[in-house]
């Protein structure tokens, strides 16, 4: 069973490592939620993959999770459990974050939105550390080695964490009920990127037209977390797609707006990938 997928670099490769850790729409059999399956299916970063399809062909490699994230959350550390969700004495500590605590959204989803409780029932030890076994743990290996990789051979290493966003906040969300911009990209606060870097992203959305937010209402979370060291040359940022600029937030379609999203990415991981070829060609 796969749980991952990555996509090579196509001719020269540069040290460009994208990754989608929530479009992954292969659910478990074993996976027994209460909420239907169409409702849960809103959770996923639909078609985030694909619209990034282009990028192996700017010598960038794309990993992808294939599970979704309701499941297991790859953007979650691994210790941010809610221990409400088991059945049972969990053998490890615990650090669950107000998200967990408050939205019921960590490494495993106990709650969807005003949907309710995503189980009927708790969750064994054993369930739970499968999970992470499984799914969290190669992914987490996979991106590690594959930006580890990057960065031993140039000296540089640029990480796009990529997501999409409902086009609207609601009540549960950081923003409010708010309509939100077409991207927001994240650096926390200019821990885990280079300012430059961060331009870089950001330079080519705004000359298209777009409108982009920075650092709000997301301010980048753990995969970023985890790998942005700026001194050391190591960048990472979030970048989330705004769902209506592609796609039907209700049905998971895509709508007539994905190839000119589809493009501008193209053309954004393009401009990276000159970026951070240039960067670690300067030392
Ligand atoms: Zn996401």
């Not at 929530?22 to 619209?51: C, K, N, Q, W």
């Not at 609207?168 to 077409?182: K, L, S």
């Amino acid at each position: 069973m796969s749980v991952l997928e990555v996509r090579q670099p196509q001719g020269a490769p540069v040290p460009l490592i994208l990754d989608s850790p929530h479009s992954g729409s292969v659910y478990p059999e074993t996976f027994d939620h209460r909420i239907d399956r169409m409702t849960l299916r809103r959770s996923e970063d639909a078609h985030v993959e694909e619209l990034f399809a282009d990028a192996p062909n700017h010598g960038a490699t794309l990993l992808h999770a294939l599970f979704p994230r309701c499941y297991i959350d790859p953007n979650r550390a691994a210790d941010d459990i809610d221990l409400g969700l088991i059945d049972g004495t969990w053998p490890h500590p615990v650090r669950p974050t107000t998200k967990t605590r408050d939205r019921g959204v960590g490494l495993i989803w106990r709650d969807m939105k005003a949907f309710g409780p995503v189980y009927a029932r708790k969750l064994t030890v054993d369930d739970v550390a499968a999970r992470i076994e499984t799914y969290w743990q190669p992914y987490h290996d996979t991106l590690s080695a594959l930006i580890d990789a990057a960065h031993g051979h140039w000296g540089q290493v640029l990480h796009l964490n990529c997501h999409s966003m409902a086009s609207m906040g609601d009540r549960t969300t950081e923003d409010g009920a708010v309509a939100r911009p077409d991207f927001v990209i994240s650096d926390r606060e200019g821990r885990t990127a280079a300012p430059d870097i961060l331009a870089a992203v950001l330079d080519p959305l705004k000359s298209e037209g777009y409108s982009v937010a920075i650092n709000d209402p997301y301010k980048g979370f753990e995969l970023v977390r985890k790998h942005g060291r700026p001194a050391e040359g190591r960048h990472s940022v979030q970048i989330e797609i705004n769902r209506a600029l592609y796609m039907d937030e209700a049905t998971l379609s895509k709508t007539p707006g994905f190839f000119r999203v589809k493009r501008t990415l193209s053309g954004l991981v393009a401009a990276l990938a000159e970026t951070i070829t240039r960067r670690a060609a300067a030392g």
